[in-house]
């Protein structure tokens, strides 16, 4: 080592933990920063949204509790970005395309390289030392239909397709390719305005991270300072997982579910997830082979990135709250994805619902696999289901288009120790409810009913969660959009628990009987009519009482 170099420091457990601990601030304030400036309700009330810190490399080394399935696929977003270089000071780059980073259309990307404040000897000052990153579910992006989720058969029959490109140069904006963007939107005052949201939480994580970094370069250590923590963070990741690893039973574990398309679609097997998940002294592995192919009418495709992030959320979810949420965390997980298949789809499938509907079936299939290795572990199947509706078209009164976007809670799976949650968000989802007070204030339509759908949860020494009842009244004409699963079979229990209550969609008109809706459809409602769903029960755990009398 020459006098120029800067020597790599000796980190003990408190600098790991501090060094932890202060990158997933930063993201947690960039979550903060974004929910608070943005413009629509989605963004705004129901935090749709999500923030985390890179390394140099593209490595996640630290999130915010935000929402899993933006997280786990987020890596690819930053790697496509990388693929840019070279950066200066001030850059941000978007992108929402799912087969290059992203994970549907309506999830927009923002992503901006970090430089070194304080640089000393031996270092680099032209090259970022870190990146950051947004995620945040655009109400609207254009397409076939108001809010970006149709019933769709191609990527581009669903809105926008945004490769990644550069959306800020040197810190001034990118006009042009700014006003794309929210000119293929129905509502371009609110793409602005959630836009202007995200470029301002990602320059707020750009600029805390450089001084944080500068604060981890002392001693005369330099970047190499803030790049040991990293690294270090990394591998503690991996020895965790890896240590938990060691308490699972090597063996082969199947498991299969199926999402609900028909088998004439083009989708051989009728929508089948087919699960081994293979445990070794190596790692885990995660074999989707026999998994039905992609549709080629419905949009529930699910990028290979989704599939991987709802495989990180469950090996996250085991671990427990000792690993720290960084990739190193995965570095003991390998991958099967037989291509063009529901868990790794190609161009130019429609995705959308891949990432919302699929990703939480994948889960379900991981979850059923690890319960044959850890019996006393595992809950039920919860909802199953994100239960998308999008409502949107010309609000007369205010005059103006709008578009709306929400997911709706469901049952959450009784486990081994408890009962399931009544009326939450699952698994692949961490967004909150959109109050019902904020509805009107904003568009022609208002919520009647809101409760708990009682006795919903399947039965069992701990039974599943209840669904919820949400009823929609519509003051102007719309069109609305529903994205569902577990309509047909319902959240499958546990131990010799039972099953949850299917969700069900109806369409209540005035002077007609209820119309039972199909699980994604697309319809167009006129002034008093009204939109009942009813969301799925979680699964029950173990058998209840009178099941265990002999």
Known sequence: ??????????????????????????????????????????????????????????????????????????????????????????????????????????????????FAEGAVAGDDATQPIAFVATRAHHADVGGMAPGSMPVARELLQEGLVIPPLRLVKAGVLEEGAFALIVRNSRAPDERRGDLRAQLAATALGARRLAALAQRFSGGGFGVAGFRARCAALLDHGERVTRA??????????????????????????????????????????????????????????????????????????????????????????????????????????????????????IVDVALGAFAQALPDRIPAASQGTMNNVTIGGFDRARGRAYAYYETLAGGAGGGPLRAGQSGVHTHMTNTLNTPIEALPLAYPFTVERYE????????????????????????????????????????????????????????????????????????????????RIETPGGGGWGPTEADRSP
């Open 244 to 361: 938990f690893l060691r308490t699972v039973p090597t063996g082969r574990y199947t498991f299969a579910d199926r999402l609900e398309i028909d088998d004439d679609d083009g989708a051989a097997g009728g929508g089948v997830i087919r699960l081994a998940l293979e445990v070794s002294a190596d790692g885990l592995h995660f074999d989707f082979t026999g998994t039905a192919a992609e549709s080629a009418t419905t949009s529930l495709n699910a990028v290979a990135a989704v599939t991987r992030s709802a495989c990180y959320y469950v090996v996250r979810c085991l671990v427990g709250d000792d690993a720290p949420a960084n990739q190193g965390c995965y570095r003991a997980l390998r991958f099967t994805l037989p291509a063009r298949s529901l868990v790794a789809a190609g161009p130019p499938r429609a995705v959308s619902a891949g990432n919302v509907e699929t990703s939480q079936r």
């Open 452 to 531: 708990l759908r009682a006795g919903s949860g399947g039965a069992g020494h701990h039974p599943g969660g209840d669904g919820l009842v949400r009823e929609y009244r519509f003051g102007d004409h719309a069109t609305v959009t529903l994205v569902t699963e577990r309509r047909r079979r319902g959240p499958w229990g546990l131990a010799g628990g039972g099953p949850g209550a299917p969700g069900r969609n109806l369409l209540l008109r005035a002077g007609a009987p209820p119309e039972l809706l199909p699980a994604r459809v697309q319809l167009e409602v006129a002034p008093g009519d009204r939109l």
């Open 1 to 114: 080592m020459t006098a120029l170099e800067p020597s790599t420091p000796v980190l003990s457990a408190a600098d790991l933990a501090i060094a932890d601990a202060a990158l997933a601030t930063v993201a947690a304030e960039m979550g903060e920063a974004l929910g608070r400036s943005a413009y629509s309700p989605n963004i705004k009330e129901r935090r749709d949204y999500s923030c985390a810190v890179f390394d140099a490399a593209g490595a996640m080394v630290a999130q915010a509790a935000h929402i899993p399935v933006h997280l786990g696929a987020m890596p690819e977003a930053v790697h496509a970005v990388l693929a840019l270089a070279p950066f200066v000071p001030g850059d941000v780059y978007a992108l929402n395309d799912p087969f290059l980073g992203g994970t549907h259309l309506p999830d927009i990307t923002t992503v901006a390289p970090v």
